[in-house]
Nanobody
């Protein structure tokens, strides 16, 4: 069994920064990619950023230049550094990963960008 646990969400003012972390734990033999999705109220879940454990990354156009995804292979951890946050970034952020040929999701962490 594999678990993904996110941390780092919260309330931040527009223009502020936050850093999310996601740790994968359990019986892990292979991680193909991990990433972040988000879901705002009344909207569909959307991809924010993903990264293969070979290092390739992909970003939604709306976050390019503001968010950076990174990884620590040894700790089975990914991070999302979020700068210049906007009100439209408000959402529940979910960690996901293709681990052992199975897709896992975390419980989600709320990010609210508001003054």
């Amino acid at each position: 069994q594999v678990q993904l646990v996110e941390s780092g969400g919260g309330l931040v003012q527009p223009g502020g920064t936050l850093r999310l972390s996601c740790v994968a734990s359990g019986s892990i033999s292979a991680i193909y990619y991990m990433g972040w999705y988000r879901q705002a109220p009344g909207k569909e879940r959307e991809m924010v950023a993903t990264m293969t454990f070979g290092g390739g990354s992909n970003y939604a156009d709306s976050v390019k230049g503001r968010f950076t995804i990174s990884r620590d292979n040894a700790r089975h951890t990914i991070y999302l550094q979020m700068n210049s946050l906007k009100s439209e970034d408000t959402a529940v952020y979910y960690c996901t990963g293709d681990i052992n040929d199975w897709i896992y999701w975390g419980q989600g962490t709320q990010i609210t960008v508001s003054s």
